[in-house]
C-alpha cells in the first residue's frame, strides 16, 4: 500500500515542477519538501537586495500536491536614470517631486532614491490523471509599493515511449499595475532637470520615495504559454527542449528612465544635455525563447549544460550558455562550479542620447537593460548534507555587465566618457532543503 | 517578423514530431535502468528555487527571459 501511495504522488510533484519550470516530467521528493534559500545581492556602488525564500510541498488529498513559496525582497541603492554623463553637475529632480540627487561632472547619473520592499506568494496544486498525465493549476500575487501583480497558471504533462519522452505545455496569465511614484510621466516628456557648472544643494539629503505617493496605477498584461519536451537519451543522459512565448501589452516604460537631449555638433557646448525626456516604448511586447538543456552523469559527477536562444519583436536577440558541473567529494558533500556567457542585441528604440534640434522618435529609451551588451556569470557552490533527507548549500556569485563605450560618432565631450554603466555584482547564497 | 515566428514554431514542432514519430521510441531506458536517472542530482527539479531565483536576477538585469520557464511579469525591478 505504501509502495502505491509513493508511486502515485510522485508524477504530481513531477507535474508542478513541470508547471512551474516549463519543463518535462522529473521526479522529486515521495512526500514533500520544505525548501528554504537567502540571497545576499550587492551592485558595487549601486543596488544591494536581501531576498529570502520559504518553499512548501506536500500530499494532500491522496494522490495531489500543494506547493506553497513565499517571497521577501528588500532593497536599496542607486540605479542608472539613463541619463548620459556630462562634463559639469547634473541635478535631477527626484520621481516624487521632493528633493533633487546629482551627478559629478563625468560621472553616470545614479538615481539614489532607490528603496523597496517586495513581497509575493506562489501556490499551485498538481493531480495525476491516470499513470502518464498530471495536470496542475498555480495562482501568484506579489506587492512592492509602486507595482502589484497577480496571475493564474496551469499546465499539463504527458509521458510516452516507457516513459521516456514526457511532453508538456503550460500557460500562464499575469496582470501587473504599476503605480509610479508622482505618478506616469507623459512617454517623451520633459524632466525637470539641468545641467550646471557648481553643484545644486540638495533639499532633502535623505529622502527616499519609498512610501511617496504613487499616481494612478496603469496596467500590464502578460500570457506565456511554454511548449516542453524533455528525453532520456541512456542511463546517464537526458535532455530538454522548450519553447515559450509571452505576449506582454499595456504600460511597459519604465516611469523612472530617461534619455538626455544634448547639444550637437556646431553648437556652443556639443554633448552637453539641454534637457531630460521621459522614455517611450511600444505598448506591446512578443518575446519568444528556444531553450535546449542536457544533463550527463560523468564518473560520479553530473554535467550540466544548456542553450537559450531569445528573439523579440523590439528586435532584440539574445544568446546565453551556462554550464554546472557538481564534483561528489565523497560522503554526500558536493563541489559545483557554475559559469554563464550572455550577449544581447540592443532594442530598435534604444539611444544612447537625442539630439536637440532633430526630429523626435516614436519610442526612445537609454535604459541600459535594453542596449547592447555582454555578461559573465561565474560561481562556486559547496553542497553539504544535513542528516539523511537534508542538505546545505553555500555558494557565492560574480556577474559582471560589460557594454560598449559609447556610439562611434559620440558627440563632443560624451567622446571622453564612458556611456554605458558598467555592473559588478558580488552574490552569496545560503539554501537548505529538507524532504518530508 | 511573423514569418519568422512562423518559421521557428514550425521548426520545432516539425522537430518534436519527427523526433518523436522516430527516434523517441526507440530511445532511453527500461524502468530497471533507471538508477542513474533516479539520483537527486540528475533532477532538474532538484535545484528548481536556484534556478528560479537565478532567473529573477536576471529578468531584472537583461532584456530576456523566458526558455527555461515562463518569461512574464510580476516585477517591477529597476
Known sequence: MQLTKKSSIRPAVAAMTAALLGAGTVPAADRGKLETSLLLYSEVDRVRALEGIVGFERAIWGDRLLNVRLTYDGLTGASPNGATPAGRFQTFTRPSGNGSYSAKPGAIPLDDTFRDTRFSIDAGLAQPLGRLTQLSVGAHFSSEHDYSSIGLNAGVTRDLFRKNTTLGVSAAYTHDVVSPVGGAPIPMSAHVGHADDEEEPHEHEDDDDEGEGTGPGKGKDVFDVVLSMSQVLDRMTIVRLNYSFSHSSGYLNDPYKLLSVIQGNGATDPGEPVGYLYESRPSVRNKHALFAGLRRYLWGNTVDLSYRFFWDDWGMTSHTAELFYRQQLGGGHFLQPHFRIYNQTSADFYYWYLVDGQTLPQYASADYRLADFNAYTIGLQYGIPFGELGHLTLGGEYYMQLGKRGPPNAIGVLRDFDLFPDMKVFMIRLGFSYDL | ?78
Open chain 2, 1 to 78: 517578423m511573423r514569418s519568422r515566428l512562423r518559421f521557428a514554431i514550425l521548426g520545432l514542432c516539425s522537430a518534436v514530431l519527427m523526433l518523436s514519430a522516430s527516434g523517441c521510441a526507440t530511445m532511453g531506458v527500461e524502468a530497471w535502468e533507471r538508477d542513474i536517472l533516479a539520483k537527486p542530482e540528475m533532477q532538474s527539479s532538484n535545484e528548481a528555487l536556484d534556478r528560479s531565483l537565478d532567473d529573477h536576477i536576471y529578468f531584472s538585469k537583461e532584456a530576456s527571459s523566458g526558455g527555461r520557464s515562463f518569461g512574464g511579469g510580476g516585477c517591477g525591478c529597476n
